[in-house]
């Protein structure tokens, strides 16, 4: 994918290398790109990404401002396929959800966001993802949004997920402030898209609430297999730039003061499933805070959103890789990624380069068992940036 998108190559540093030596300090949890001068002695790095040692901070600091953000996209639509081909995606529900990277520069012109960890508006670059819900899977990006261009990213994702598969997702799950009622007509009504997300919550909501007397009660699943009694009112409901009426689940017994209102375009599956789906929105939150406390997400870059669009871009890419690492271990399957990172991946490695291989002779470590067992299980591997020396493994 690296070699087919036409990023920024040079005669002493390709565009494959390139990318890979940005791709290298994501992948053991660097906070910032300028922090690469601690590995300029690293050859391990440097062989990973096909050079004697990583290219300094000038180098790798300034190559994301050679990429204009069509690239970005093109990039993660390459990706998608691939996901998609793999099984990594499967397209019935996909979580959506923005993040507020904070800036802490006092001449920042970012606009200011709210940022919930903070409680409060700062200046940050609003970063827009989307997330498989079956497979938990990252599979779009957006760093370049602005607060007046927000509600309509949901239409450019869509576009962007049609021109990647040539479907449209199914199902579209997210919270209440992600965008407006006339745009959920235009998923309903123009597009045919499924959605399920929140009311927003009006004045004398609570008080109608009250006067409702035939509630049913039905019994959920948490996804640790723990059940819980909730009672449910549903009921059609009109809102102002929607042609028609939305079906609305009013929720209590979540274990919170105020109930929950979910509104969807979906009037045939069962209620409990709806809850069910909804209730797994959490993922896409707990998958951007990996980001954030092992990729450093908030740790910016730059304050020149082209820079940070490429960045969450790679980020994305870093994630999905631990993801897919940690399935091939049993017992870190679900493991996060500074988990796997910590167990398999950091340690003391040999490495010999001749002309044809790559021999990697690893360290001493209580988790080489399971490193033995997964690498004995691989087909035969080449390193495509290596000129496609073939890859060996032992243990010492």
């Known amino acids: 994918i690296f070699n087919q998108i036409g990023f920024y190559g040079s005669k002493q540093i390709p565009r494959l290398n390139y990318l890979m030596s940005f791709l290298a300090p994501k ?47 093109n990039l993660l639509k390459r990706w998608n396929c691939v996901l998609k081909e793999k099984g990594y995606l499967e397209g019935r529900h996909i979580n959506l959800d923005f993040h507020s990277a904070p800036h802490w520069g006092e001449e920042s012109q970012l606009q200011n966001n709210w940022v919930p960890t903070r409680g409060k508006a700062m200046k940050s670059v ?23 261009e927000a509600p309509d990213e949901i239409l450019n994702f869509i576009a962007f997920y049609k021109s990647s598969h040539g479907v449209f997702p199914n199902c579209l799950v997210f ?3 992600l965008t407006t009622y006339k745009n959920l007509n235009v998923l309903d009504k123009d597009l045919g898209i499924k959605f399920i997300t929140l009311k927003r919550r009006g004045k004398n909501i609570l008080e109608n609430i009250k006067k409702i007397t035939d509630w049913t009660k039905i019994s959920i699943k948490h996804f640790c297999c723990i059940k819980q009694i909730l009672k449910i009112y549903q009921e059609p409901i009109a809102f102002k730039d929607y042609d028609g009426h939305l079906r609305q689940i009013i ?14 375009n979906d009037f045939e599956t069962p209620p409990k499933e709806i809850i069910e789906t909804y209730a797994l929105r959490w993922l896409i939150e707990n998958n951007i805070q990996e980001n954030v406390d092992f990729f450093n997400l908030n740790a910016l870059s730059s304050p020149i959103i082209v820079k940070v669009d ?5 980020t994305l ?55 033995m067992d997964w690498i ?12 496609d020396k073939f890859l060996l493994y032992d243990f010492e």
């Open 126 to 148: 609003l970063c827009f993802f989307a997330q498989d819900l079956e497979t938990t899977y990252l599979c779009y990006s957006n760093g370049q949004i602005s607060k007046e």
């Open 175 to 177: 919270d209440s402030k």
């Open 251 to 264: 929720v209590t017994g979540t274990g919170r003061e105020r109930p929950m209102l979910i509104i969807t």
């Open 27 to 73: 992948l053991i949890g660097k906070e910032r790109l300028s922090h690469v001068n601690d590995l300029n002695f690293d050859y391990g790095l440097g062989a990973f990404a096909g050079l004697n040692v990583l290219p300094k901070m000038a180098a790798i600091t300034q190559y994301s401002y050679r990429n204009p953000h069509n690239l970005v996209v």
């Open 376 to 387: 004995n299980s691989l087909p035969e591997l080449k390193v495509p940036w290596m000129d």
């Open 310 to 314: 490429f960045d969450i871009a790679i």
């Open 317 to 371: 890419i870093a994630n999905t890789l631990y993801k897919i690492l940690a399935g091939n271990f049993k017992l870190f399957d679900k493991a996060k990624p500074k988990t796997i990172y910590r167990n398999i991946v950091q340690g003391t490695a040999k490495v010999h380069i001749d002309s044809d291989t790559v021999k990697i002779i690893f360290g001493k470590k209580a988790f080489n068992p399971l490193i």
